[in-house]
């Protein structure tokens, strides 16, 4: 799930993932300072990917369970930390016979266009006055890298459909209001803008595509792909490239909110 779409059937590459989009989870690591972890806690950590922030959280003592909709996250997670417990499991529809204190999510929950379905499973999840803490892209979050993407794509002569959307980008208002229906006080909200520098270099744009922005590239030959990768690098260097990197325009919502039943 960590940079999944679960509808998508995508296989990840999962020593790549590490290799060249590390930025994922140690942008995330702040994020648990509100999650604020203690010893003896039950914590679940949703959509763990290769599971770094899964034993960040376990240094506290918590004892703590990393789900991923990816096989071939978990399988990386456990060479990563054999001594930790992780479970292939779809955040949509993940069930624990023993409740947790808190859950925990990192870069996962906008992959997903049935968010009503996952916050019923994590309040079903807590027990009362659990916490959820999470963050995820926002409104706004990567708006000229895809709107690029978009014109490479008309470009190349395979234009996007209007009501296609790949990602789930919520306002506070409107995430919050979902948590709101299944029993979860939001105690802490925000919307940030976190311009972030992608590894590699001048390879760093694409990179990103064939990880993150694949479906722009589907149902597209190897060199159409390559075409449209290469003018999506055009148009986008002036706004994007700086420094000698390359920089997505994340724009993320971090939230924690309290089952209150």
Same mark, same amino acid.
């Given at each position: ?9 995508? !296989? ?37 990917? +290769? ?15 990393? /789900? ?50 996952? /916050? ?14 999470? &963050? ?24 996007? &459909? ?23 006080? /939001? ?8 311009? +972030? ?40 260097? !002036? ?5 000698? !990197? ?9 939230? /924690? ?5």
């Amino acid at each position: 799930m960590a940079g999944e779409s679960p509808e998508s059937g995508k !296989k990840w590459d999962a020593a790549l993932y590490d290799a060249k989009h590390s930025f994922v989870w140690e942008r995330g690591a702040d994020l648990l300072e509100l999650l604020a972890p203690q010893e003896g806690e039950r914590i679940l950590d949703l959509g763990c990917g +290769t599971g770094h922030l899964t034993a960040k959280i376990a240094e506290s003592g918590a004892h703590v369970v990393g /789900v991923d909709s990816s096989p071939e996250m978990i399988a990386e997670a456990k060479r990563n930390y054999p001594e930790l417990e992780f479970i292939v499991a779809d955040a949509r529809e993940f069930r624990f016979e023993k409740p947790f204190d808190a859950v925990f999510s990192n870069a996962m929950l906008h992959w997903i266009l049935e968010p009503e379905r996952v /916050v019923q499973s994590v309040s079903e999840a807590l027990v009362s006055g659990g916490r959820f803490v999470a &963050e995820m892209g926002g409104q706004g979050n990567v708006e000229r890298l895809v709107s690029g993407l978009r014109r490479a794509r008309t470009a190349i002569g395979v234009p996007v &459909e209007a009501e296609y959307n790949p990602w789930y980008f919520p306002t506070i208002g409107e995430y919050a209001s979902l948590l709101e229906t299944q029993g979860l006080e /939001v105690t802490f909200a925000l919307l940030f803008e976190r311009p +972030t520098p992608l590894e590699d270099d001048e390879a760093g744009l694409r990179n990103w595509i064939r990880m993150f922005g694949a479906s722009f590239l589907a149902g597209i030959s190897p060199d159409k792909q390559e075409e449209l990768i290469f003018i999506a690098e055009q148009q986008l260097r !002036k706004e994007l490239f700086r420094e000698g !990197k390359w920089h997505a325009d994340y724009r993320r919502l971090r939230i /924690v909110a309290r089952r209150t039943d």
